[in-house]
C-alpha cells in the first residue's frame, strides 16, 4: 500500500539521536523519530527506594509526560494526578531499561530517566525508550569516570519498534494518522541479543491469529536492528 509519507511497510521513519542534548543532567539525548521528538534525561541520587534499601543493588526508573501543545490540540497538563496511560508508559520504559543493566553493579542509588514528548506524531512510547539507552549509557559512563563504580553494568543495547495492521498491511513504525486507523498495533522491546523484553499488542477492530504474530515479530526485529546501528552510531560520536 502507499502509506502516508510515502515510506515502503517495512521502512522506519528518518530517525536522529543527538546525545548530550541537555547540559546539567548526568545523560541526556534528543530523539527525533520522523516528526516525534522527545528529550530523554538521566539523574542519578544515591539512595535507592525503601524495598531495596540495605540490598546493595541500585535501580532504574522513569518519568513520562507530554508538552501541552506537543499534539494537535491541547493535553492540559497532569499536575495532580498521572493518567493511566501516563502511568503505563513510565513502567514499559523502566522495565525496558532495567533489562539492559546489571542492577547489582550500581550499588544502593537510583537513575531516574524523565521523559518529555516535546511533539506526538505516534510512537512516543517507542521513541522514548530508544532515546532513553542513549542516555543512560552516558550517565553510567560517567559515574565510572569518576570512579563511583568500577565498570559500565552495561547487559546490553535495548530498543522498541512499533508494528499496526492496516488496511489489512503490515506498517513498520507508525505515525499517528497510520496508528488512528490501525486494526491492530503492537510495540515490541528487544535487546542487542535478540532476547524480548515486552511485547504488547492489541485488536482495535478483530482478533489476529498466532501467524500474524509472528509475521508482527519479523517485521519488527528488522526495525529494531536499524535502530540499534542508529545507536551505536550516536554513542560512537560522542568518543569522535
Known amino acids: 500500500m502507499l502509506r502516508l509519507d510515502g515510506r515502503a511497510n517495512d521502512e522506519l521513519r528518518p530517525v536522529c539521536i543527538t546525545p548530550g542534548f541537555q547540559r546539567y ?3 541526556s539525548a534528543l530523539i527525533e523519530q520522523g516528526n516525534t521528538k ?9 539512595r535507592v527506594p525503601a524495598f531495596l534499601r540495605g540490598e546493595g543493588m541500585g535501580w532504574i526508573t522513569a518519568e513520562y509526560a507530554m508538552l501541552p501543545r506537543a499534539t494537535a490540540t491541547r493535553t492540559p497538563r497532569e499536575e495532580n494526578r498521572v493518567g493511566g496511560r501516563t502511568y503505563e508508559i513510565r513502567r514499559l ?9 546489571d542492577l547489582n553493579a550500581l550499588g544502593e542509588r537510583t537513575l531516574t530517566v524523565d521523559c518529555d514528548v516535546l511533539q506526538a506524531d505516534g510512537g512516543t512510547r517507542t521513541t522514548a525508550i530508544t532515546g532513553s539507552y542513549v542516555a543512560l549509557v552516558q550517565a553510567l559512563n560517567g559515574l565510572v569516570e569518576k570512579g563511583t563504580i568500577a565498570s559500565l553494568p552495561i547487559k546490553n543495547a535495548v530498543v522498541a519498534a512499533s508494528v499496526g495492521i492496516v488496511g489489512g498491511e503490515l506498517l513498520l513504525d507508525l505515525c499517528y494518522d497510520e496508528d488512528f486507523w490501525a486494526e491492530a498495533d503492537f510495540n515490541v522491546v528487544m535487546t542487542s541479543e535478540g532476547e524480548f523484553v515486552e511485547i504488547q499488542g492489541t485488536a482495535e477492530s478483530s482478533p489476529f491469529s498466532k501467524e500474524t504474530i509472528d509475521s508482527v515479530l519479523s517485521l519488527a526485529e528488522r526495525g529494531i536492528d536499524r535502530l540499534f546501528e542508529i545507536q551505536k552510531a550516536a554513542l560512537d560520536s560522542l568518543n569522535a
Do not use: K
Open 93 to 101: 520504559i523502566g522495565r525496558s531499561l532495567r533489562a539492559a543493566v
Open 25 to 27: 543532567a548526568e545523560g
Open 38 to 46: 522527545v528529550i530523554c534525561a538521566v539523574s542519578v541520587e544515591d
